[in-house]
């Protein structure tokens, strides 16, 4: 299996919105909805934030939102904030039983 | 509070076995699935497998041949054997647990901090 396709990096201004993609094939983000995206800071452990396509977790601000249209996952985030520059990962489940991620995004806020 | 806990040797000889394990404490390892992945320096994510306290088990196919991941229940702990390593195996290597609901899994809620182990002679 291979990485699901991300753009290598993004950027915007604060207050900007931007939207990074992920996509794969009908074998992973096509046929599921167990698509997730992680933010992951320097040296840290990711956290997620988006499950199940575009639900978020407690805690995680209403900025960040998820959508899928057939094999291409998106994340975007609203109202840009220099809080939210960092890594990011979509994730998949397969149709192997298996899993893969995305090959990461660096978002940086100008 | 859920808290995993990754421990075993930093640095590894070429062709060697990688060995970690991974602590859980605030939740019974039977109540999920668990997962290693690993990141080598400055590069993605890569998911390695998953396991449940049944033993079942499934693994990423490009590492398939050469990873075994276990599960010791009356440790509360699990653990990931990765053979015939080579530089291509340095990583940090993260443990995690699966949020599941009805056996149906989604994504990862714990992680834990995750360890270096450098392959080198």
């Known amino acids: 299996q291979s990485a699901l396709t991300q753009p290598a990096s993004v950027s915007g201004s604060p207050g900007q919105s931007i939207t990074i993609s992920c996509t794969g094939t009908s074998s992973d983000v096509g046929n599921y909805k167990f698509v997730s995206w992680y933010q992951q800071y320097p040296g840290k452990a990711p956290k997620v934030m988006i499950y199940?396509?575009?639900k978020r977790p407690s805690g995680v601000s209403d900025r960040f939102s998820g959508s899928k249209s057939g094999n291409t996952a998106t994340l975007t985030i609203s109202g840009l904030q220099a809080e939210d520059e960092a890594d990011y990962y979509c994730?998949?489940?397969?149709?192997?039983?298996?899993?893969?991620f995305g090959g990461g995004t660096k978002l940086t806020v100008l | 509070q859920v808290q995993l806990q990754e421990s075993g040797p930093g640095l590894v000889t070429p062709s060697e076995t990688l060995s970690l394990t991974c602590a859980v404490s605030g939740d019974s390892i039977s109540s999920s699935y668990w997962s290693w992945i690993r990141q080598p320096p400055g590069k993605g994510l890569e998911w390695v497998g998953y396991?449940?306290?049944?033993?079942?088990?499934n693994y990423s196919p490009s590492l398939k041949s050469r990873v075994t991941i276990s599960v010791d229940t009356s440790k509360n702990q699990f653990s990931l054997k990765v053979y015939s390593v080579t530089a291509a195996d340095t990583a940090v290597y993260f443990c995690?647990?699966?949020?599941?609901?009805?056996?149906?899994?989604?994504?990862?809620?714990?992680w834990g901090q995750g360890t270096l182990v450098t392959v080198s002679s």
């Open positions: 994730y998949s489940y397969t149709v192997s039983d298996t899993w893969v």
């Open positions: 396991i449940h306290y049944s033993g079942s088990a």
């Open positions: 995690a647990r699966y949020y599941c609901i009805g056996g149906t899994c989604s994504h990862f809620d714990y």
């Open positions: 199940e396509v575009s």
